[in-house]
């Protein structure tokens, strides 16, 4: 099977990123990164970047009056890495329409909520704030919606009455670092198709997961 050619996209941390990144060197996938692209060009990601030899481009949204010009630039930087699969990893802005159309279905994205609970920003205060008693995180395909893609893989976390959205996130962000490898790992291995909204994951010839 030929390696797939996969793009990260980031803005800050990089943790997710990170946890792709040590996926591929332990030969976990069937693929190698070809670069991140950091829409902040003071993100913290690029120096884990520069430390591990990982080509990033920066397209910094500061630097872009409008919203349209980001987009082309972040589109044209995009197609020079020809990427089989983009992974959204703390990317802070919503893709624009042409780029959804370009790479549908090549594109993933990690929430910090079991969705389609809490879609956008703070999920985890807003789980917080609903009272319920167990959050986590989803792996989706990207579409035009916001975090309303195709869902690949969820995984479940408690929540605790003595909660604050730090301890929440910190709970949660252990089985994101989980379950985006693994996402990523099936896509590469050609296991995932998408049915509808249904993802139908290969099992293998194993009946029933
Ligand atoms: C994660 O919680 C992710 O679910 C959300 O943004 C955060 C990014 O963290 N989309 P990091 O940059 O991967 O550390």
Redesign the pocket.
């Known amino acids: 099977m030929t390696k797939k050619r996969i793009l990260i996209m ?1 803005s ?6 990170e946890s792709i990144l040590n996926a591929v060197a332990d030969g976990q996938i069937a693929g190698e990164v070809v670069g991140v692209i950091s829409s902040n060009s003071e993100a913290p ?1 690029i120096a884990k970047c520069d430390q591990r030899q990982i080509p990033c481009s920066v397209v910094d949204r500061k630097t872009f009056a409008r919203k349209a010009d980001f987009q082309q630039a972040l589109l044209a930087t995009v197609d020079g890495y020809r990427p089989d699969l983009i992974c959204l ?2 990317f802070m802005h919503i893709l624009g329409a042409e780029f959804i159309s370009r790479y549908r279905n090549r594109i993933m994205n ?3 909520s079991l969705l389609p609970s809490f879609t956008g920003l703070n999920a985890q205060e807003q789980a917080l704030a609903y009272g319920v008693r167990y959050s986590g ?1 989803t792996v989706h395909f990207v579409d035009e919606g916001m975090d309303t893609g195709p869902i690949i893989l969820q995984a479940v976390v408690p929540v605790y009455q003595d909660d604050d959205a730090a301890s929440l ?1 910190a709970r949660i ?1 252990v089985e ?1 670092h989980r379950i985006y490898p693994e996402a990523v790992r099936l896509f590469c291995a050609d296991r995932l198709t998408i049915v509808g909204r249904r993802v139908i994951i290969d099992q293998g010839g194993k009946v029933n997961g």
């Open positions: 980031v800050g941390r990089g943790s997710n990123m990601a990893a703390g990690i929430h910090p995180c996130a962000l994101e």
